[in-house]
């Protein structure tokens, strides 16, 4: 639905703040083809705050949809945030009453998501060293919440996730050797299935809140989430796409493996071995390749005019190149 979102704002901000409360300010932080992230502050008898919109700009079908509602992605900050995990705090879910459509407003987490600074920018040299055990330790109040009743999240495994990248990779005609010799080395290594979890879905450097003195402030972009291997979240974070530059440090382009793993041991999550987070991590380069591709497809043939889809696809050659290296190192 098209939606002033500024003209909206004052309205929302008095029934946030009570009587007497307005807006203070706003600005557009991001938009993608199908949401969009607003700053706003309201002043009101209550103080001041300073809060976060995150609303849905473009139709949504729960059915065919790869990511959750909103609805859900508020419920599952506030299930996580119950056992413990690092989430913003939900303050609102948007109704008809506020004019936005499907929208929830949270509270602003202060702090660095932008993962070549994460990475390279001196302010976090002192707390780098500790951020992938922090990354394990705070998957583990995720993977621990249960599956709320009445989401109905999708749930995947190893195979389920090979088969549906391969499905989409042989509908584009596109023929990449290393794509097809990792679909192959991948099927012959599928791990034993294990109790799946609630998993973030897109748990990765730049989805992250990093506060350069604490470490972890939030985990943020719950859009993804869904139920399966407790690898499969880990096995993200390191893949090189998110590395920004620091191919050297596994995790996420600050860490390393065993940080990661014993993090996620030491605040009570059950061992989970190397060669399965390799697995997935593997699985992630590959993913991320057919991605890559059939957004360059998509302009290639027409479909999408927006030069943001032949920048991000002409990166299929980097999870190739990334495909190689972990094809000779093995699992």
Not at 192 to 218: Q, Y
Request: net charge negative; charged share 25%.
């Amino acid at each position: 639905m098209t939606v002033d979102v500024l003209a909206t704002l004052p309205g929302l901000a008095q029934r946030l703040g009570g009587d007497g409360a307005h807006l203070a300010a706003a600005e557009r932080l991001s938009g993608g083809a199908s949401m969009e992230t607003w700053a706003f502050a309201v002043d009101g008898p209550g103080g001041h705050e300073d809060l976060i919109l995150r609303r849905r700009s473009a139709p949504f079908d729960p059915d065919t949809a790869r990511s959750v509602s909103l609805a859900t992605e508020a419920a599952l900050i506030q299930a996580t945030g119950a056992r413990g995990a690092p989430v913003p705090t939900i303050r609102h879910l948007c109704d008809d009453a506020d004019g936005l459509g499907e929208a929830y407003v949270m509270g602003r987490v202060e702090g660095e998501t932008l993962g070549r600074r994460i990475v390279g920018d001196a302010k976090f040299d002192a707390v780098r060293g500790r951020l992938a055990r922090q990354c394990g330790e705070v998957l583990v109040p995720i993977h621990a919440t249960p599956p709320l009743p009445g989401l109905n999240l999708k749930v995947s495994d190893g195979e389920g996730e090979l088969n549906r990248y391969e499905e989409v990779y042989r509908a584009s005609g596109a023929e990449r050797p290393i794509l097809d010799l990792a679909f192959q080395y991948l099927r012959r290594r599928l791990p034993t299935p294990v109790e799946p979890v609630l998993l973030h879905g897109d748990f990765r450097n730049g989805n992250i809140m990093f506060d350069a003195e604490k470490g972890v402030a939030a985990v943020l972009d719950w859009e993804l989430s869904h139920i399966g291997d407790p690898a499969e979240d880990m096995g993200w974070i390191c893949t090189n796409s998110w590395r920004f530059g620091r191919p050297d440090r596994p995790v996420g382009g600050f860490g390393d493996y065993a940080d990661l793993l014993d993090g996620y041991q030491a605040a009570g999550g059950r061992p989970i071995e190397l060669s399965r987070v390799r697995f997935w991590q593997m699985l992630g380069s590959l993913r991320w390749g057919v991605m890559c591709l059939t957004m360059y497809l998509s302009w290639a043939n027409g479909i999408e005019r927006s030069v943001e889809r032949p920048m991000i696809g002409r990166r299929v050659s980097e999870t190739e190149a990334d495909l190689v290296v972990l094809l000779e190192e093995g699992l």
